[in-house]
């Protein structure tokens, strides 16, 4: 018998079994909702850009994840998509509240290899997400830039050419409710895309679609 047996009746021995407990049902809880997170997003884009051959990578644990597809057909206008997604760690009940404050949401990074060129460079970037720990725009110095209002959000148009800035203004116009996209980016001198979404389920592809076909078509005629 242990020397002192007592000590497991205390309320704070009780108190830890307890936290203990609630930690594992934590766990195993945001396991599975950042494999619902992460499955439903990577669905929804192989959906959307229907790739030749894909390649899925676990880079984080259980708050991160890569998907490369490549497409071979020649007449498409992009020949590979990257995709990266970064989770809020739900399994983590002590580190979630400060994720919380860091980062505030899921990330979904797409980045678009064009075969084609675009007339130049431009940027769709949501204001809130431009001040908070976003990728920084190399030649904002050497872009225009206009605030526009795109559905309940303020964004800022950056562009080089006039052509560029009333295809985007064409595209908001079109699609007056950004849903979770943050950030659109056009670089023709690196001859890629880049997208930013915020992955909440069931709507990836509902609002992935329209911006990847519409890249599509200027790369065509680019």
């Given at each position: ?208 679609e329209p911006v990847y076909r519409w890249l599509s078509s200027l790369t065509k005629?680019?």
């Amino acid at each position: 018998m242990f020397k002192h047996q007592d000590i497991v009746t205390t309320p704070l021995f009780l108190l830890f079994i307890a936290f203990s407990f609630l930690l594992s049902v934590v766990y195993y809880w945001g396991r599975r909702a950042n494999k619902r997170v992460f499955l439903d997003a990577f669905n929804d884009l192989v959906d959307v850009v229907r790739p030749d051959d894909q390649r899925f990578t676990n880079i984080g644990g259980l708050v991160g994840y890569h998907a490369n597809l490549l497409i071979n057909q020649k007449d498409r206008p992009f020949s590979k998509v990257e995709a990266t997604i970064t989770l809020l760690p739900r399994h983590s009940l002590l580190y979630m509240p400060i994720s919380l404050m860091i980062m505030r949401f899921d990330r979904l990074f797409i980045t678009l290899h064009q075969r084609g060129t675009l007339a130049g460079e431009g940027h769709l970037i949501e204001k809130r997400y431009a001040g908070f720990r976003a990728p920084k725009i190399t030649n904002a110095h050497r872009l225009e830039k206009i605030n526009i209002r795109w559905g309940n959000h303020d964004f800022l148009l950056y562009f080089a050419q006039l052509k560029l800035r009333d295809q985007l203004l064409a595209f908001v116009k079109k699609h007056p409710d950004p849903g979770t996209v943050r950030h659109i980016a056009l670089v023709a001198d690196q001859r890629k895309c880049f997208l930013f979404m915020i992955p909440k389920k069931g709507q990836v592809k509902k609002n992935l679609e329209p911006v990847y076909r519409w890249l599509s078509s200027l790369t065509k005629t680019g």
